[in-house]
């Protein structure tokens, strides 16, 4: 996913800061007793919004969004350029760090091993206005190296090939979008999506927490259930092994809740299944491990420690069954 999963869906441990990243600068409806389709999914979303927080109008005029550094021309880096204005910059692999424009977004596009590079490279006065896109959770990340209150999204939008458009990662239960974003430009990124109109969800902080850890769970919950059966794609773990993916998802957002103290909105198996049906082409595999089933194999091994039950013995079993640990 420089096609972006739900991801989100971005750890209680701190990633390993490998060498390589820091070479990175580093019909209307008949008749009247039902709802038309429309009428429905308009509901939907307003109750939805009503929910989630506020949602940017997708009308918004190219002209209210400002200049950003863009790192990273890939996919998704490509996308958010065209999106803005002519003052954008984009940065790649061995570029100096830009003059212009001085203030703003810094919008960070690459994988989650380039991050501590692209920290570095960054002068210490522009570290604030750091933009994070990734998949995985990453907040105990961000928090050990003192950004932890940079701006963070939820990038469920997809971008199929370089210089396409992107497309929104609406669902048949979030027909209003599920992109999120949180901290001083989650506005301006919303702004910008916009553009393209895609819808971005600014969320408070609490709102923000659960919708991370929502997009976690699923992607550690499809692509470990996934892995279990090789050669499954996301859609074929949500129809063919739903009732194990189910189980999962329940036993992740039922132990978060309660060792991370995440209020979790109702509704989270259907969110998380109704996004697998959007995506179902997805292959699976268990990867970027540290940032994504790492963190709930940290909080298991913590409690098992202190001599606590495991609080996701099923997502452990699974870690081992398909070799993730030993």
């Not at 990175?24 to 039902?34: D, K, L, P, S």
């Not at 429309?38 to 005029?61: I, Q, Y």
């Not at 420690?305 to 699974?318: E, I, S, V, Y």
């Amino acid at each position: 996913m420089n096609v972006c999963y739900p991801k989100s869906l971005s750890v209680v441990t701190c990633p390993t800061r490998r060498t390589r990243a820091r070479a990175m600068f580093a019909t209307t409806a008949r008749g009247h007793a039902v709802l038309s389709a429309r009428a429905r999914l308009d509901r939907a979303s307003r109750s939805a919004r009503a929910s989630r927080g506020a949602v940017l109008p997708r009308a918004m005029a190219s002209s209210d969004v400002g200049p950003a550094i863009i790192v990273g021309n890939g996919r998704v880096g490509n996308a958010l350029r065209d999106m803005g204005p002519a003052g954008d910059v984009i940065v790649k692999r061995g570029d100096p760090f830009p003059s212009e424009p001085a203030t703003g977004p810094i919008y960070v596009c690459t994988r989650n091993d380039a991050l501590q590079g692209v920290i570095d490279w960054t002068p210490q006065s522009r570290r604030a206005d750091l933009v994070f896109l990734q998949n995985g959770y990453l907040q105990g990340f961000l928090d050990g190296v003192g950004l932890g209150a940079c701006t963070q999204a939820l990038v469920y939008f997809a971008v199929a090939k370089l210089g396409e458009a992107p497309t929104d990662g609406v669902t048949d239960v979030n027909p209003e979008g599920l992109t999120a974003a949180n901290g001083e430009h989650a506005a301006a990124f919303a702004a910008r999506l916009a553009n393209a109109s895609l819808a971005c969800h600014v969320l408070d902080d609490a709102a923000f927490k659960a919708s991370a850890f929502e997009k976690l769970i699923w992607i550690s919950a499809f692509m470990l259930v996934g892995a279990a059966h090789p050669g499954a794609t996301v859609g074929d773990v949500e129809s063919t092994h739903r009732r194990e993916v189910v189980a999962l998802i329940e036993e992740l957002v039922e132990g978060t809740g309660e060792t991370q103290g995440v209020a979790f909105q109702e509704g989270s198996v259907d969110r998380l299944l109704a996004y697998a049906r959007a995506v179902a082409h997805f292959p699976t595999a268990v990867k970027e491990f540290e940032w994504r089933n790492g963190f709930f194999h940290g909080v298991s091994t913590s409690a098992l420690d202190a001599g606590k039950p495991d609080p996701f013995p099923t997502h452990t079993a699974l870690l081992r069954s398909v070799g993730a640990i030993e």
